[in-house]
């Protein structure tokens, strides 16, 4: 749910400076299959104001907008935690606006200053983490709200439910601008630098969307759902997962597909998540098979294959008697080493090294991790488990730096600002909170 969110997305990403742009040139890609050096993770990131204009000439068909206003409960809750919980809590602060589980959070990119969450109530609350004021509520939903994303210049917000409704809302006058219906909602991600929207669907649909005028074009994987997905870094192409196994590539401009994995080549269970490194000459993707696979996106080729031996797909019985089962539930690349991390559902954190494709640390947590994040151009990583805790790992040592409890239940999703200061989490508890996890050596 991510996403990328962030996501991943999990929630997700951005868009460009209005709806407009120049005309983008045409994407060419190798011929040959060589496969390149894998190693060279920090190369300069792309110009935004060259991805955005790219959009622009994307062939969208259009769609019918659908507008209108959202109804402004303005509403603030003050600092709490359930009565009977742990008196431990280490966050600054807790927003109560919601009224059954937090499913999605999200942070404002460019100032970190507003918060989206959306939960099991039907609605999205967009707030101020400074004071946890709601500065509105993003309503009309028919499901649970499992994504919510701003996008790359915070002017506008996604919100999207279970049941396939998305919506589009304006930060500054909180007026909702576009809205769309599709089949049972995956995932939801902004384009890193233009207004255009991507989502995946379980109808094994990719769509995206230019923002507010609709015009829309569609993906079509295999007859199973499109569990997973992102926007690479270029804008010029996105990487979808699918229940079957399968991966693709696909070039937005086009509309076709740039490679696919299946076969061999594909996972044995459905796609749980996928993460590409900075330049995105390289994608991670996680499987419920336990295994995580490398890609080099140029090529198509599965250039690793990560799995360790206590890390097996296989159900096993608990004391209690449920069957318990071990899954990849978040993967993603290191900025400052070549490393990968890769989450498990039985609470393994497993640090593997690139160059040599070897497990260079396994960090155990007692619960499930539910998402991991790396801070940017640094070796911590970040985890939220089923434990209720976030944690921050030195990847060099394998050792923990931190760990931030308060919350009463799970944690099911966390973002972490620019400057790594600050985490808000989205909890079974109905809660979010806002940590301060900036340390003095930073």
Known sequence: MEGAGDGGGSGSASPEP?????????????????IIEVLELNEAEPDPDDLASDMEDVDFADEPEDGEMADEEWETEDEGVE??????????LTYSNHTASVFCVSLDPKESALAVTGGEDDKACVWRISDGETLFECTGHKDS??????????????????SGLI????????????SFEVSDLEWLEWHPCAHVLLCGTADGNTWMWKIPSGECKTFQGPNCPATCGQFLPDGKNAVVGYEDGSVRIWD??????????????AHTGPLTCVSSNADGSLILTGSVDCDTKMVNTATGKVVGVFRTESNVSKASKREDGETETNSVESVGFCSALPLAAVGYLDGTLAVYDISTQTLRHRCQHESGIVQLLWEDNSPVVYTC???????????????????????TA?????????????????????KAKVFCVQRPDR
């Open 18 to 34: 209005e709806e407009g742009g120049a005309a983008a040139a045409a994407v060419e890609f190798h011929e040959d299959e060589e």
């Open 83 to 92: 009565e009977g919980a742990e008196p431990h809590d280490d966050s600054e």
């Open 145 to 162: 709200v499992t994504c919510a994303a701003f996008s790359h210049d915070s002017t506008m917000v996604a919100t999207g439910d279970m």
């Open 167 to 178: 919506k589009v809302w304006k930060v500054e006058d909180t007026q909702e601008i576009w």
């Open 252 to 265: 937005l401009k086009l509309g076709s597909t740039v490679h696919v994995l299946k076969g061999s080549d």
């Open 385 to 407: 488990s089923l434990d209720g805790a976030v944690r921050l790992w030195d990847s060099r040592s394998g050792k923990m730096i931190s760990e931030y409890c308060g919350h």
């Open 410 to 430: 799970e944690i099911l999703d966390f973002a972490l600002n620019k400057d790594a200061s600050i985490v808000v989490t989205a909890s079974g508890d109905h």
